[in-house]
């Protein structure tokens, strides 16, 4: 399988060399050259597979010959070893529930089935990759969670010392292994530059195998697909038509969506619900994206004013907005309204939301009202309610519960080295620990 930029100004490459770009030269995304089929049967044939089995088969499409099947098949069974349930809430509605991995977000799913790739694609070369990343906060434990105990790669985490909460400093600091966090005296931008100079520095990059393992990466966005087929494989009728209620920021979970729809997924449309962050409904009506400034939200891990994934969406309809009207529906929502579907949900089905959560329920019902046709509605629900527990207490008056895996590692004790703000000691670290 080769891929190419969104922008068609660079070269094809090869899975790995996607993987390991990030994006490509031109500053475009890379997208597979050609679409593949699901081979005709898969759909009725999805009912009798487990989750790892249907993430074998629909990866298997997309990486071709560069990962031989023994290694797909280990990669998706050391990523997804969590549960993914689809919840029947009334006989139309259904929640798929994506936040059961150590996170708690959906991310997990596009962050571990990356790591593996990669330890995949540097245990073929036998050296030591460093995934090196800067957070202010919740960016930094998930790559931390998704790299650990990956043979052949370390994390090393830069995080600016005093300035995140204490829980988010516990997420960083107490996995071990392969993950090391420097506690640098500096801001967040502070430890952005520093990263960001390691990437690039001649000394380092001829010494040593460095990436950032950024959001955009196409490893991400394979995985995304699969819970797609994992949700139609649990519907307890199929056979009615299904819409997919997508609560999205930087559009990577929708765009994984229509990726499934052109391999084959039957689903019949898309929802694109956003909060007050609207550039993307606001692109449905009026043909174009007019990026703007991100307003803040309790909906804050969609709060996102200019989409990285924008450009393959479009790329991926050759640009014709009458086919993108087709698939999706766009709408948004204020955090008022969020609140109140929190609540709502919360009294008629006993169902805790999370804001996200609450944002794509609120599409699918807007969307119901005013498209009559029997459909049923699924929607992704992005994050576990404990990770948002002001906005649910304040919704619903209960806070729930953090999940025990969670509570454990804020038990154990904080080890991180103490780093100053300074290129020189980043690059002596780096170079000094590269075994
Ligand atoms: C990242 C995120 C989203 C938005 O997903 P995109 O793929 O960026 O559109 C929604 N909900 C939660 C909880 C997230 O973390």
């Not at 949900?345 to 699918?364: F, I, K, M």
């Not at 991180?416 to 590269?434: C, G, M, T, V, Y």
Request: charged letters at 20%; aromatic letters at 8%.
């Amino acid at each position: 399988m080769k891929f190419r930029s969104t922008l068609r100004r660079s070269p094809e490459v090869s899975l790995r060399d996607a993987v390991f770009r990030g994006s490509a030269p031109d500053g475009g995304l890379y997208m597979p050259v050609e679409m593949p089929r699901l081979p005709a049967g898969f759909s009725s044939r999805l009912r009798s597979l487990s989750f790892p089995e249907l993430a074998r088969e629909v990866g298997a499409l997309f990486v071709g010959d560069d990962v031989p099947p023994d290694a797909l098949a280990e990669i998706v069974t050391g990523a997804f070893d969590f549960p993914v349930p689809l919840i029947t809430l009334t006989e139309r509605l259904h929640i798929l529930e994506l936040f059961h991995g150590p996170t708690l977000a959906f991310k997990d799913f596009g962050a571990r089935f990356m790591a593996r790739l990669m330890g995949h694609f540097v245990q073929e070369t036998g050296k030591l990759l460093t995934v090196i990343v800067a957070t202010s906060g919740d960016t930094g434990s998930a790559v931390a969670h998704a790299f650990l105990g990956v043979p052949g790669i370390r994390v090393v985490i830069l995080y600016p010392a005093g300035r995140v909460s204490d829980a988010q400093e516990k997420q960083l600091t107490t996995l071990g292994q392969n993950i090391t966090a420097l506690e640098v005296a500096g801001s967040f931008d502070d430890c952005q530059r520093l990263a960001k100079q390691a990437l690039v520095d001649p000394i380092v990059t001829q010494e040593i195998m460095i990436t950032s393992a950024n959001s955009i990466n196409i490893a991400r966005l394979i995985p995304q697909m699969f819970y797609y087929f994992g949700a139609f494989s649990q519907l307890r009728d199929p056979a009615i038509p299904v819409v997919f209620s997508v609560p999205s920021g930087n559009l990577g979970n929708l765009t994984a969506g229509l990726l499934a729809k052109r391999i084959g997924l039957p689903a019949a449309q898309f929802i694109v619900a956003t909060n007050t962050n609207d550039v993307v409904p606001e692109f449905l009506r009026s043909g174009q994206l007019i990026p703007r400034a991100s307003r803040h939200t309790l909906s804050n891990a969609m709060d996102v004013g200019n989409p990285s994934n924008f450009a393959r969406l479009v790329d991926l309809y050759d640009n014709d907005l009458r086919a993108i009207r087709q698939d999706i529906w766009g709408c948004s929502f204020s955090d008022e309204e969020t609140l109140r579907a929190m609540h709502d949900v919360n009294q008629r089905h006993h169902y805790t939301l999370d804001p996200h959560t609450a944002v794509g329920l609120l599409g699918w019902e807007s969307f119901a009202k005013q498209n009559q046709a029997a459909a049923q509605g699924i929607v992704l629900a992005t994050a576990h309610p404990a990770k948002f527990a002001e906005t649910v207490a304040r919704a619903i008056g209960i806070r729930p519960e953090m999940p025990e895996r969670l509570a454990g590692l804020l038990k154990r004790p904080k080890q991180s080295i103490p780093f100053p703000n300074r290129f020189s000691a980043l690059q002596e670290f780096l170079l000094s620990s590269k075994t």
